[in-house]
């Protein structure tokens, strides 16, 4: 996959081995959450750039501002990746990525799975599409929020294995098929949002045993589907 230039792999390869000022060894520690991140910017704009924060064009200023948010670094500038806009590090290591409402694009990418220890993933309010991928389910993640989207396809029964999960917001996509019962397994979630989709069938009875002995009581919302 990296070596085809036209994929999002390809490009993020290119990137970093010609035109980042970093310049990391592959065996550096941090290369491969750079790598991924790369990836993550060509993988969303497969279909045209961000609203904010794209690379810098010329003399444009290489810091930006998303809404809501103080100036931060543009994406793909010569500064460490954890001073990205929407990026947040703890100890060096990416543990939340929030681009709401930014116009990213395309599928949702895959990769992402690199980044072991991503807890909080914000990509509502895009124009993202295709399904959730399988190695989203082996990440730490509390939140995961894809509201507002074109994501489609079933609900995984992997999404079970997302034991630290306490908010997962779905609303407003295109996902189908059955609300998996094993989402009434958790003993972190707080908040599910799956309204507005075309989600068939009867709704589980294990959801009624979600309150945990740390929640006091849990958000559902599954109105406007089938």
Sequence with gaps: LTTNPSTPYGKA?????HSDLFQLSPRNETFLQRFTLVYFYFATTTEGAWNWCNPSVDDQNRFCTLPSTTPTSRWLEDSYECAWAGVLCEDGTVNSIRLPGNGLNGALPEGLGHLTRLTRLDLGFNELAGTVPESWYTLPLEWLILENNQVSGTISESIGNLENISLINFGSNDFS??????LGESSALAGIVLAKNNLSGSIPTELGKLVGPDIDFVIIELDHNS
């Design 177 to 182: 098929g059955t609300i998996p019962a094993v």
């Design 13 to 17: 390869l290119d990137w970093i081995s």
